[in-house]
Structures are given as C-alpha cells and as structure tokens.
C-alpha cells in the first residue's frame, strides 16, 4: 500500500547455494533474511491493491495509457541505477553465472521496453472507430482488477516480469510474492515501485505460498492468478477460490521436453544444441530439453560426442570466467536426482560420461543415462536439474507416442539434415507441442514469439503482445451512427 511496514515476526534466513568452509564443514552461506508473513499481512496487501484499484475507478485503471508509459519509464531508470546490486543477489541467491544474470537483467529492461513499444501499437488502434452495418464501434483494452503475481526461482526476476509488467502496465493493481529462492534481489526495487507508481498499485509481500497465498484466494478478490511453476500448486491454488468461473490464470508450468534426433541428423550440431538445451543454467529452465530420443543407428555416435562435449563444460562458482555448470539453490535438489540416477541404474541404464552424476554439496556434475525406459522416473518426471535421459528408437512413432501420452507440450527439438523427412514430421509435431525447433534447442526467447503449452504445461500466452492481452480485456463503446453522428 505504499507503506514500508516494520517487521518484528519471524525471518527466513536465505541461505546461497554457493558454499563456505566453516568450523562444521562445508555450509551454504548466509545471504541475509526476509519477513515471513503471515495471513493478517496478506490480507493487508490485498485490501491496499483491492482498494487502488477501486472497481476500476482508481487512479491507476483510469490513468491515460501515456501517463502510465510515463510511470514505467521512470521505474525502468531507476531499475537500471540498481543494476549491479541486482545482477549480483540473482549470482548470489540463485548461484546463476555472473555472465547469465547480468543477461537475465538486460532481458528484463528489454522486456519492459519491448511491453511499452507494444502498448503503443495496442493504444494506437484502439484508438480507431470502425463502421459496421450501421454502428461505430470503438474497441479498447481494459484492466482486470487484482492480479496475483508469483514468478519462478530459475529466472526470479525476468519471469517474474514477463508477468507483473504487462499485467500493471494495463492498469491491473497487483499483488506480488517474489519466488522462495530469488527474494532478496527483489529489495532493490522495493522504493522504485513505491515512487513511480500510485499507493497500492504494487504490493509485495515476503513469507511461505502455503501460509499467505491461500486467504488471498479464499478472499475471492484476486481477478487474475498469475505463475510460473508447477501445475499441481496452480491447481491447488484456483481450487481455493470461491467463483473460479470469475478467476482468469495465467500460467506457465510444468514441462519434459524432448529432442528427437534421427539418423539424418548432423550429430556435431545436435550434440551442441542438447548441451545447451538439457544443461544451461544447470537444466533449471522449464524450456530445457529433458529428454532425448536418439535413432539405434546413431545412438553409440551421439552419445560419445555428447559425454565429449560435456566433459568440456567447466563447473565452478558463478563468477569464474567461462563457468557453465554452477551450484543449486534447492537443497534438496541434489538429494532428488541422485535417486533418479539410482532409479535409472536400478532398472538397466548406464552412467555414461565421465563423472556424471558426481555430487558435491550443491554442485552437481551433469549425467548422461542411458538406456532409459518406461519403468524410470527420469521417463516422466521433470527433473530440471543436470541430468539427461536418452533412449534409443528405430521408429519414429516411439518419440511421437511418448508425446502423445505425455501430460506435457511445451517445446520438441528435432534435428534432421533431411528436408523430406523434417517436413513430413512437423505436422505431427506441433499437434503435440506449442513450439517445434528444428536443428536447435528448446528456448523461450525471442520474447516477442508466443510462449505457452498444451495440456499441463500452460494456460495462456506470454510473449510480449500477447501479455498485454492476457491482462486485459477487449471492451468497446458501441454508437448507433446516426444522420447527426455521421456528420
Ligand atoms: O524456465 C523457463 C524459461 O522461460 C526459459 O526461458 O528458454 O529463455 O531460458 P529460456
């Protein structure tokens, strides 16, 4: 509500996943604390966004798209003098490369700018009358009331804006949970939201999802839920409210993306593009590739160059040069893909590069298994984490099948050298998924490409046109033309 409250509850000490030595051995270091709120807090936060907002009558829903801009463009500047105080917590909270967050950052301003670029364009032709059959309509975008923010830890800041941005820039109030691991480098940004935009526009608020979001969704007076995460809390989540019909969800969930690399593929290229695809970012993307299905005949061919290629790969602390493989922020990560590896070992696969699988304390060294089946957990469960399942096909009708089952479709990579046989696939394909790459990795970006999924993997789109629509609704005003009115 524009107010900095005091706190004088509990904290959660935010421990990086980059460790120290202490007189106990090797420990994750602290990092610095946040509230942990509790329901009366929330409920706070929410009548200041449902107050701000006023039914639409605020001043924020009601001020003119040039003046909103104008609210944007001073809180980006004051983003960008904050830069290397951000760039360093997402290092140092989410153990992301330096050369990464400094990325994530950039692409953040970028997204922002991009958004307002857009709302030009949206603000231009809503602007326009049409003629049709004797009315003049003018068709426009209006906000949708209370919009619950909650973004990823693996991109806690660009995500997290993907949503939030669009959504406020539309005219929405909005109530923000940064991610568990990814908070603090949300301090920064506390002063900017409380000066560049009017009370109660933007409220934050820190403290466990299970404690704090479920009264804002019981309330019934969140308009639109907003994550990026898993399907089962999103689920969870719109259960709580009381008219689910009246809730918008925009979300961005669970993914297990496959590569499909046939025996015309140019192996050199799919090897590079699976390292990149399966490991950036230690595989914590939901854009990651998570499994590869790889043809019999090139199988011993691919995975060679693959454990080659990862043997490459340095692992280190965020901020070495050239660094690829960093520590996790989820403690109990590490614990989680030693069973998968166990599980995978268990029923008939093979550790097969050098070192895979090899823990210490938060880092992990990619595994490469192989053959996975139908019996691992590595077949369907998400791993998002360094590890990467193959199993061999002879027909592509496997891969295509595992798709079709799959309670995923996000993204499929499909690498062929053979014109023929790339297009007779991309059909079948893209029935399956949302995003089909050829010759290349699984990703989100550019942002101005639809981002979303089929089945458990999305609901709604987010690219940067489409945002803007996701928090807004089409409207007009309706005139019935007239002798006097034509004139
Ligand atoms: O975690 C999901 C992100 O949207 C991935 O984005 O493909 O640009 O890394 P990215």
């Not at 005091?6 to 051995?25: E, K, R, Y």
């Not at 807004?472 to 009115?485: F, G, H, L």
Request: proline fraction near 6%; glycine fraction near 8%; charge should be neutral.
């Amino acid at each position: 509500g524009g107010e900095m409250k005091p706190w004088n509850g509990d904290v959660h000490t935010v421990l990086s996943p980059i460790c120290i030595q202490t007189s106990a051995g090797l420990k994750r270091k602290v990092i610095g604390s946040y509230p942990l709120c509790g329901p009366e807090e929330a409920m706070t936060a929410l009548d200041a966004a449902v107050s701000a907002y006023n039914d639409g009558r605020g001043e924020w829903p009601t001020m003119p798209i040039a003046e909103r801009i104008a609210c944007m463009d001073k809180f980006t500047g004051k983003m960008i003098e904050k830069k290397d105080e951000i760039v360093k917590l997402i290092m140092w909270e989410i153990g992301k490369s330096y050369g990464d967050s400094v990325k994530e950052f950039d692409r953040t301003i970028e997204y922002i700018n991009s958004t307002i670029d857009s709302l030009k364009d949206l603000d231009r032709n809503s602007s326009r009358f049409e003629i049709e059959q004797g009315i003049i309509g003018q068709i426009r975008r209006s906000p949708l009331g209370v919009v619950l923010c909650m973004g990823p830890f693996n991109y806690p800041l660009n995500e997290t804006f993907t949503t939030l941005i669009p959504a406020l820039i539309m005219g929405n109030t909005i109530l923000f949970k940064p991610p568990k691991h990814g908070t603090l480098l949300h301090y920064p940004l506390l002063e900017a939201f409380r000066t560049c935009f009017p009370k109660g526009v933007v409220n934050t608020i820190y403290g466990r999802g299970n404690m704090i979001i479920a009264p804002l969704m019981v309330s019934g007076k969140i308009n639109v839920l907003t994550l990026i995460g898993s399907s089962k809390v999103a689920n969870q989540l719109k259960k709580l409210h009381p008219k689910v019909n009246r809730l918008r969800a925009i979300l961005g969930l669970d993914a297990k993306n496959a590569a499909i690399i046939t025996d015309k593929a140019d192996l050199d290229l799919a090897v590079k593009e699976c390292v990149l695809g399966s490991l950036s970012f230690n595989g914590q993307r939901c854009t990651a590739i998570k499994i590869v299905f790889v043809h019999k005949k090139v199988a011993d061919a691919f995975l060679e160059k693959l454990g080659a290629a990862i043997g490459k790969l340095k692992l280190g602390m965020p901020w070495e040069k050239d660094v690829f493989l960093t520590p996790l922020p989820e403690p109990q990560k590490p614990v989680y893909l030693k069973e998968c590896i166990d599980d995978a070992i268990a029923n008939g696969a093979k550790v097969m590069n050098e070192n895979g699988g090899l823990i210490y304390e938060s880092l992990v060294y990619p595994a490469v298994l192989y053959p996975v089946n139908g019996k691992m957990k590595l077949y369907r469960e998400e791993q998002f984490g360094p590890v990467i399942p193959v199993l061999p096909f002879d027909d592509i009708e496997t891969p295509i099948e595992y798709l079709i089952q799959s309670d995923h479709g996000q993204q499929v990579s499909l690498f062929s050298n053979d014109a023929d046989e790339l297009a007779s696939l991309i059909d079948p394909l893209v029935n399956q998924v949302s995003r089909v790459n050829i010759n290349s990795q699984c990703q989100r970006g550019p942002d101005i490409f639809p981002f979303t999924g089929r089945k458990d993997s999305a609901e709604g789109t987010l690219s940067v046109p489409d945002a803007l629509r996701a928090f807004s609704i089409r409207t007009m005003v309706a005139v019935k033309q007239t002798e006097e009115n034509k004139k």
